[in-house]
């Protein structure tokens, strides 16, 4: 039941939702400058500057109205300075960039400009400018639909509106402009705005921590229930959510060709060939350096993988970064401090197969499917059923019962019955394949 002051909270949490745009309205026509580290510590792992280039392009695409009209792929050794590049690249880059009449802003792919290289950037450039980090967060403003999921958003803004106010603090100072101090208060005019966003920020944490602890009661009445539960995780737009739909026949869920089209985490019941009912969640897509803060805000979310029973990983074979994006995936999950087991029973499914003519999965034990055709399902299906027995301790059994007791409603109600062959005769039946925990079957057979 929801608390009295349920309203309450609601009204307050809405409150803590309510800011301005992080990106212009309207069309975009967006000038990509990728700064090439080829060495040291800042040289990114795991991909390639034509790989970064082609994943940022897709951010900015996905963006109504935007659009990529250049690209520029840039070497610098310096990517920690404040202007990103040498003096010769830079003038190089600037030269360029104004001799574009046609665009409206530069995107940076960098995970986050410090707010002094911002304002040097667009003073040089005449333009604003982005990075990955405003970017990546606009898009999860737009798809965020539950509260959770856009509390957790404006909790990843948090430090961006601390970078903010810095620099506008800075640059009245810099204008000379007002008094430093609120009146009577004894407080600066900066002490009291970062009073403010850590009052926001710590309400916003207490939200999360209310719908955290609703969570966390939904998973004990599913533990208690015996769902097992299998989380679906993956690259982003791998076909995580067409996955879902093709394997429960949900119609409700409706995949979206958009990356972080699904940022909420949400469970789809499904029924595996011995007619065992199990639990997809499926999750929020991974991403090539996914800036840091992003993770943390969703690190709640992500503590339902922990709690699974089972993880299937959805890859796109037919991308051509497709092993870069498995390593990334993987690298994501690690962090995540993932109990070992879970790690060691994943299942790898390798979807989109029918963009692939001829295709064959070279990694032992993994599946190849169309979730879109249907293809390869029953295979995948048959496999999962497998895991999730290993996972959770089901057993498969045939078990003889006697009609004239309450043996066979006991099973019906605790356990899933695939077949009942009676035998009038004798008075009994044979239950033919039940799903069944090892505690359930030990109860079984102390009661009966």
């Not at 104004?98 to 304002?119: D, H, Q, Y």
């Not at 805000?297 to 029973?309: C, I, P, Q, W, Y």
């Not at 995540?336 to 989109?352: A, Q």
């Amino acid at each position: 039941e929801e608390p009295e002051d349920a309203d309450e909270e609601e009204e307050e949490e809405e409150e803590l939702l309510r800011r301005d745009p992080l990106l212009p309205a309207g069309t975009q026509r967006v000038f990509l400058v990728h700064p090439d580290v080829k060495w040291g510590p800042g040289k990114p792992q795991m991909t390639t500057a034509t790989w970064q280039v082609a994943e940022a392009t897709a951010l900015v695409h996905t963006l109504d109205g935007w659009s990529v009209v250049q690209t520029m792929v840039m070497s610098t050794k310096t990517p920690t300075k404040k202007l990103i590049f040498g003096k010769g690249n830079f003038e190089q880059l600037t030269e360029t960039i104004r001799g574009c009449p046609e665009i409206t802003s530069v995107f940076l792919n960098v995970e986050r400009m410090a707010a002094p290289t911002k304002k040097e950037l667009e003073a040089a450039w005449g333009l604003e400018v982005f990075d990955r980090f405003t970017i990546v967060l606009h898009i999860f403003r737009c798809h965020a639909r539950t509260r959770e999921a856009r509390l957790q958003v404006a909790l990843a803004e948090i430090p961006l509106l601390r970078s903010n106010l810095r620099n506008n603090i800075a640059h009245q100072d810099h204008q000379g402009g007002g008094s430093r101090y609120i009146m009577g208060s004894g407080e600066s005019f900066m002490q009291v705005q970062q009073r403010v966003l850590r009052e926001k920020e710590a309400k916003i944490r207490r939200a999360l921590e209310r719908l955290r602890g609703k969570r966390r009661l939904l998973c004990r009445q599913r533990t208690r229930r015996e769902f097992p539960v299998v989380s679906v995780v993956g690259y982003t737009n791998c076909g995580k959510t067409t996955l879902i739909k093709a394997l429960t026949g949900d119609v409700a869920v409706q995949p979206r060709d958009q990356l972080f089209a699904t940022l909420d985490i949400t469970a789809h019941a499904g029924s595996l060939p011995s007619h065992m009912t199990v639990l997809y969640m499926d999750t929020i897509g991974f991403l090539s350096e996914l800036p840091h803060g992003l993770i943390e805000s969703f690190s709640a979310t992500l503590e339902d993988v922990a709690h699974s029973d089972l993880i299937l990983h959805v890859r796109d074979v037919s991308h051509p970064e497709t092993e870069r994006q498995k390593a990334s995936v993987l690298s994501s999950l690690r962090s995540l401090n993932l109990p070992g087991p879970l790690l060691d029973t994943m299942v790898e499914v390798h979807n989109k197969v029918d963009l692939v003519p001829g295709y064959s999965p070279t990694e032992p034990h993994a599946v190849a499917i169309s979730a879109l055709l249907g293809s390869g399902l029953q295979q995948l299906k048959a496999d999962l059923e497998d895991a999730v027995l290993r996972a959770t301790g089901r057993q498969l059994l045939t078990l003889r019962v006697h009609l004239a007791g309450a043996q066979l409603s006991w099973l019906h109600r605790e356990a899933t019955v695939q077949q009942v062959a009676v035998i009038p005769e004798e008075g009994v039946a044979e239950v033919q394949v039940i799903i069944i925990s090892k505690s359930a079957y030990g109860k079984f057979r102390k009661l009966f």
